[in-house]
């Protein structure tokens, strides 16, 4: 029997994890640029920390979490995303004692029990941003300036960011009451879910995806309109910086976004490449969640973008190179002595920056010689026991079939002046 990856899970091979691996390390360069310090927090966590941060409305904690009791009793679960494990480091480190505006970067994977589709797993990955101890709106603009940016630099162009305000904690409260006071006299039009959610969190009604739904929810007034005038002004700034670095973005008066703990900012860079599941990334201010889960009353903002739905836009786009990295030198011995020589001679070279390796079968010359072609590999260097007598390596480039002959004593200078 072969064991299969469980459904909604995956692996990611070569060549893929070299795209992988690129889109981290442009994305580590620029969080630096901004000053972001990598945070890195456990995968599974207390039930309570999500129920409690993302709300227990939400369909997350509703329907997508997978949560278990450990072997001591406690209710814990693997983490659906990351900005809530974030403040509780923050908060458990007591780094608000002592520095106001953390800034963290994360990448790792997070787990919701899903239904697998396109772009969309029950373990999947995610890299964010989180800064926390400021309430200034132009946090906000440097949050949505560093997503458009990773965006940017991913090789995506066509993106359009939506932006919505929600104002704060007693905003949210006003927005709810008269979004339930109209959907009330129109609760038989709503889908059954709808009508459950419109009685215990009526905002949840606004992530709903029923036709019917969405067009009530096309009449409801524009959060913007109903938020206080300190509100009104952040949101109103943050349009202002928004414009001043040229940024486009798309007022969507009714984005709520589907995690309880969002306040004031939300947003989302969407694209129409990915069909209805079209967020690249998104997020927004949580000026609640600090003091929510303990700590002092402080400001927050984040974002996370999802990286497989970056590769599907990649792929859609057709902007994508998964092309294996050429292999500096191939080594091929022939022979136990030569084995052990070449075998030697390839750690030296790797301590140069060299890119070396071999094959440890006992296949053919002309076997192992395919082998260097399917990797790709610049040179070929073949010692056998002849070459070990004469003091002689054969060099041979692979592009032009040229061949020569390299002295031993010689051979870790010559190889590394013409890989330079």
Same mark, same amino acid.
């Given at each position: 029997?072969?064991?299969?990856?469980?459904?909604?899970?995956?692996?990611?091979?070569?060549?893929?994890?070299?795209?992988?691996?690129?889109?981290?390390?442009?994305?580590?360069?620029?969080?630096?640029?901004?000053?972001?310090?990598?945070?890195?927090?456990?995968?599974?966590?207390?039930?309570?920390?999500?129920?409690?941060?993302?709300?227990?409305?939400?369909?997350?904690?509703?329907?997508?979490?997978?949560?278990?009791?450990?072997?001591?009793?406690?209710?814990?679960?693997?983490?659906?995303?990351?900005?809530?494990?974030?403040?509780?480091?923050?908060?458990?480190?007591?780094?608000?004692?002592?520095?106001?505006?953390?800034?963290?970067?994360?990448?790792?994977?997070?787990?919701?029990?899903?239904?697998?589709?396109?772009?969309?797993?029950?373990?999947?990955?995610?890299?964010?941003?989180?800064?926390?101890?400021?309430?200034?709106?132009?946090?906000?603009?440097?949050?949505?300036?560093?997503?458009?940016?990773?965006?940017?630099?991913?090789?995506?162009?066509?993106?359009?960011?939506?932006?919505?305000?929600?104002?704060?904690?007693?905003?949210?409260?006003?927005?709810?009451?008269?979004?339930?006071?109209?959907?009330?006299?129109?609760?038989?039009?709503?889908?059954?879910?709808?009508?459950?959610?419109?009685?215990?969190?009526?905002?949840?009604?606004?992530?709903?995806?029923?036709?019917?739904?969405?067009?009530?929810?096309?009449?409801?007034?524009?959060?913007?309109?109903?938020?206080?005038?300190?509100?009104?002004?952040?949101?109103?700034?943050?349009?202002?910086?928004?414009?001043?670095?040229?940024?486009?973005?798309?007022?969507?008066?009714?984005?709520?976004?589907?995690?309880?703990?969002?306040?004031?900012?939300?947003?989302?860079?969407?694209?129409?490449?990915?069909?209805?599941?079209?967020?690249?990334?998104?997020?927004?201010?949580?000026?609640?969640?600090?003091?929510?889960?303990?700590?002092?009353?402080?400001?927050?903002?984040?974002?996370?973008?999802?990286?497989?739905?970056?590769?599907?836009?990649?792929?859609?786009?057709?902007?994508?190179?998964?092309?294996?990295?050429?292999?500096?030198? +191939?080594?091929?011995?022939? $022979? %136990? @002595?030569?084995? #052990?020589? *070449?075998?030697? &001679?390839?750690?030296?070279?790797?301590?140069?920056?060299?890119?070396?390796?071999?094959?440890?079968?006992?296949?053919?010359?002309?076997?192992?010689?395919?082998?260097?072609?399917?990797?790709?590999?610049? +040179?070929?260097?073949?010692? $056998? %026991? @002849?070459?070990? #007598?004469? *003091?002689?390596? &054969?060099?041979?480039?692979?592009?032009?079939?040229?061949?020569?002959?390299?002295?031993?004593?010689?051979?870790?200078?010559?190889?590394?002046?013409?890989?330079?």
């Amino acid at each position: 029997m072969v064991y299969k990856a469980l459904p909604g899970t995956k692996d990611i091979l070569p060549p893929e994890i070299l795209l992988w691996q690129e889109l981290e390390e442009k994305a580590k360069a620029i969080f630096s640029s901004y000053h972001y310090q990598e945070i890195r927090t456990p995968i599974m966590e207390e039930l309570k920390l999500f129920v409690r941060s993302v709300g227990e409305t939400t369909d997350i904690v509703e329907k997508e979490m997978f949560s278990f009791k450990d072997r001591g009793g406690r209710e814990v679960c693997l983490r659906p995303e990351a900005t809530a494990s974030c403040v509780r480091a923050y908060l458990q480190s007591n780094l608000p004692l002592s520095e106001a505006g953390v800034k963290f970067f994360y990448l790792g994977p997070m787990f919701r029990a899903e239904r697998p589709q396109a772009g969309r797993y029950r373990q999947f990955h995610q890299m964010g941003v989180e800064v926390l101890g400021s309430t200034s709106y132009l946090v906000d603009a440097e949050v949505i300036s560093l997503s458009i940016e990773l965006l940017h630099a991913f090789g995506l162009k066509s993106f359009l960011l939506k932006l919505n305000s929600l104002g704060c904690f007693e905003d949210k409260k006003v927005i709810s009451e008269k979004y339930r006071e109209i959907l009330f006299r129109k609760k038989e039009e709503l889908c059954l879910l709808c009508q459950k959610r419109m009685e215990r969190n009526v905002l949840r009604v606004l992530d709903c995806k029923e036709g019917k739904c969405k067009r009530l929810i096309a009449e409801l007034p524009p959060t913007p309109e109903l938020i206080c005038k300190e509100c009104q002004k952040h949101f109103q700034s943050l349009q202002e910086v928004l414009s001043l670095l040229k940024i486009d973005y798309r007022i969507e008066p009714h984005l709520v976004r589907g995690i309880d703990y969002y306040t004031r900012t939300v947003f989302e860079l969407v694209s129409e490449e990915l069909g209805a599941q079209d967020a690249l990334a998104a997020g927004g201010r949580y000026d609640n969640l600090i003091e929510y889960l303990g700590g002092p009353s402080l400001g927050a903002v984040g974002f996370a973008l999802g990286m497989e739905r970056i590769i599907l836009a990649l792929k859609k786009s057709c902007r994508l190179n998964l092309e294996e990295k050429c292999l500096d030198i +191939f080594l091929i011995t022939l $022979g %136990e @002595e030569a084995g #052990k020589e *070449g075998f030697f &001679l390839m750690q030296l070279l790797r301590k140069k920056g060299i890119s070396i390796d071999m094959d440890y079968t006992e296949k053919s010359l002309k076997a192992k010689m395919r082998r260097a072609n399917r990797l790709k590999a610049k +040179f070929v260097l073949i010692i $056998g %026991e @002849e070459e070990i #007598k004469q *003091g002689n390596y &054969l060099l041979r480039e692979m592009s032009s079939g040229k061949q020569e002959l390299l002295r031993k004593e010689n051979i870790t200078e010559e190889l590394c002046k013409r890989l330079r």
